[in-house]
């Protein structure tokens, strides 16, 4: 790697193939950055520089009706944050979101991929039932599921009627039942993501280790326990992860379906910030509610890498 | 495993002897490989299940869909009075149509879609062939720097993006809403990936012959990659398509609107006109539907892929 202390004013290097490589290294530095230049500079503008801006600005009150970071303010806004009931509520919506929809998110995938791959037919079915939904826009998500959780006569609370619920309460205007009704819609929305990353973990079990364990009189079940499982747990890991991430990140559901409300039983953190930045043109105090957020992200990104290495460890 | 085979033969009765009941009229012997009589009746409780969740799964697409060919004056009654009137009708989606706002959401989106997966193909490939393919000093340094970009999802970026775009004017354009998609780390990394497993066999010999890296990447190694790159497009083009947060923020002015901003208005301006919002929700989800029934597996593999490697 000394490549720079060799001057090339050595002809009589005994190494030639050495020498030779190094020019060609030499030669590719230029042509690789011109390659990279165009991702990276866009990296840098919309990732790098939007993280650090992010990061200065939470120190300033920032505003959108004025130019400039404002006036600095030091630890001021993630006081005012930290110690904002609102704050606490959205991040506790943020964190019950996440759990409610994480479990059956990843238990329900496991069990349809699970099954579809036993079934091996009509496919296109469940690929159609299951997948189609995570590939369509959020806003029309929504204008589906408002529309089903419709008060009264809507399609979910005249089932609730017929099955002989007396009263049934509007799904998305009862503050208990918004946040659920919401990670309903999730569940049914996103599962196909999910659903896709378990069946190509199992495509790629060797069939004949099934064939082997029934030959030797082992039930589906045990099959399932004693090779599904623990040859899917890097997978499970991935999907839990992945997850976790998408569902801290909430914003599109519960802005298009409550608003955050009723009141601000659904607010999650990212309706907030967006609240603060936008509605109320405090971007500093928004960008300290992100900042907030990202680093709750982060804290799980290192908690999966943490897993991922301990596995290592003790398949390695 | 390869112990098993041998011990597995000489128990081979026994499995057989537990079968009982219904099952056992099956002529195990014909199909030794196959799932016994418990795998059988698995395979039918699996089936059922499935078809079951499956169908449920498509209860609120199908209700949508219901909705919308139902006349907006018995959308308005409630859920029976959809279930009742079989009067199918178009008139919403001819109504949709005719208004003209549907093709100004669908240009902005197709727009905004077809120049970032251009440019996400384009500047993401050539940064996975530098990573892959060259050797030069920091090439470790960018990868990690790389890497560390996946763990920052985009729409926590929010508030400091639309500073940025507001700083030099690009609110309203939509340069706002192509640009910071652009640097998508999750192509770079499949891309390079693919580029990994390639033989390098064809690009030495091209190499020997004269041409550049510009031109082994644009007639060897792009050429090869075709399959990625259709993967990557359409996984690109799905989420850029799809995305809410940043157009909902970026674009004020209603002539720029994208389908998810256009739909996210529909349910205050429509009001009661039930069947006219859902079938603005099923216009809305129309294009990837379509795209799903060309590009079945591509899309599968695509999403599959994307996320196992990120």
Known sequence: MSTATLSPAHPTTPAPTRASREERRRGETRPAWLFLAPFVIFYLLFLVWPVIY?????????????????????LRNYAEMLTLPLFWQSLGHTLVFTLITTIPLVILAFVFAVLANRVLRAQWLFRLAFFVPFILPSAAIALIWSFIYSPTTGLWNS????????????????PSLALLGVAITTIWWTIGFNFVLYLAALQDIPRELYEAASVDGASQWQQIRSITIPLLNR?????????????????????????GGPGNSSQVVLTLVA???????????????SVLLLIVILIVTGIRELIERLQQRREG | MASQQPAGASVRDTPRKHRTGVSAAAPAAQAPAKPGSSGRSFTVVSWTLLVLFAVLWLIPSLWAVKTSLTPNGSSALGASAILRNWNLTL??????????????????SAITSVVTVALVVLFGSMAAYALSRLRFPGRRLVFGALILGIMIPPQVLIVPVFQELNAVHLLNT??????????????????????DGLPRDFEESARLDG???????????????????????????VGVWNNLILPLFVLSNPKLMTIPVGLATVQGSFGQRLSDIQASSILGALPLVILFLIFQRRIVEGFAGSGLKG
């Open chain 2, 91 to 108: 008139g919403s989606y001819t109504t949709l149509l005719a208004s003209g706002d549907i093709w100004r959401w669908y240009m902005a």
């Open chain 1, 54 to 74: 992010m990061f200065i600005a939470s120190l300033f009150n920032t505003s959108l009706v004025r130019t400039g970071f404002g006036t600095f303010t030091g």
């Open chain 1, 235 to 259: 997978t499970t890991t991935l999907v839990v992860l992945l997850q976790i991430i998408a569902s801290l990140k909430i914003f599109d559901q519960v802005y298009l379906m409550t608003a």
């Open chain 1, 159 to 174: 089932f609730e009627a017929a099955i002989g619920i007396a009263k049934p309460s509007p799904v998305l205007a009862t």
């Open chain 2, 211 to 237: 041409a550049g890296f510009w031109r082994t990447y644009r007639s060897i190694v792009l050429p090869l990659s075709r399959p990625v790159v259709a993967a990557m497009a359409i996984v690109t083009f």
């Open chain 1, 275 to 289: 609240d603060t930045a936008f509605t109320n043109y405090r971007m500093g105090a928004g960008s300290t509610a």
């Open chain 2, 174 to 195: 939509f340069w706002a809403v192509i640009l910071p998609q652009v640097p998508s780390v999750i192509a770079v990394f499949v891309f390079k990936q693919f580029f």
